[in-house]
Nanobody, 126 residues
């Protein structure tokens, strides 16, 4: 079992920044990849970013490259998502997820993730 708890969401003005955190407990955190997804109202869940167990491999959705940064601190069992220059279109519930897959090409698919957090709401006002 893996428990994931996101935090850091909230209301931010367009152009602003937020840093999300995801605290993990349960199985050994440091040996597994972690990802972030988001789901806007009326839309499907979409891949945001993922990071390998040691941070050596990172993948981003094309629309997030250059604005979002994923990182992890294995000593704290926590993965982060720094979001900058946020437009209103970034408004969504953001989820972190755990995957045993070490394939960066597979990380974009929700189906490879075995555990999910409950999400944290991010609202970007115009």
């Amino acid at each position: 079992q893996v428990q994931l708890v996101e935090s850091g969401g909230g209301l931010v003005q367009a152009g602003g920044s937020l840093r999300l955190s995801c605290a993990a407990s349960g199985r050994t955190f440091r040996v597994y990849a972690m990802g972030w997804f988001r789901q806007a109202p009326g839309k499907e869940r979409e891949f945001v970013a993922a990071v390998s167990w040691n941070g050596g491999s990172i993948s981003y959705a094309d629309s997030m490259k250059g604005r979002f940064t994923i990182s992890r601190d294995n000593a704290k069992n926590t993965v982060y998502l720094q979001m900058n220059s946020m437009p209103p279109e970034d408004t969504a519930v953001y989820y972190c997820a755990w995957t045993p897959s070490q394939s960066a090409t597979a990380w974009r698919a929700p189906k490879v993730y075995g555990y999910w957090g409950k999400g944290t709401l991010v609202t970007v006002s115009s």
